[in-house]
């Protein structure tokens, strides 16, 4: 389920470029074959994509979490 999610969030970060004095914000990630992709961020839409990110971080931390709770039920069942 949670692997589902991050599919459909949005991946990388946002870095703001200032061109002919106006700031203009790209979101940087990499694709599937390794390139880097910059796109363009409208300013009406940069709060959701900063709440997707962090959607996105939140969902990636639990992911850990569940990891390492696995790793320590399947030790626990080996003893």
């Known amino acids: 389920m949670y692997m589902k999610k991050l599919n459909e969030l ?10 002919n004095g106006n700031i203009y914000y790209y979101l940087k990630y990499r694709d599937e074959n390794g ?12 709060e959701k994509v900063k709440k997707q990110l962090r959607q996105r971080e939140n969902i ?3 992911i850990k979490e569940l990891e390492e709770d696995i ?5 626990a069942l080996k003893l």
Do not use: F, Q, T
């Open 10 to 19: 949005p991946k990388g970060s946002i870095h703001p470029k200032l061109i």
């Open 35 to 46: 390139k880097r992709v910059d796109k363009y961020i409208r300013k009406e839409d940069l």
């Open 60 to 62: 990636n931390s639990m």
């Open 71 to 75: 790793k320590i039920a399947e030790k």
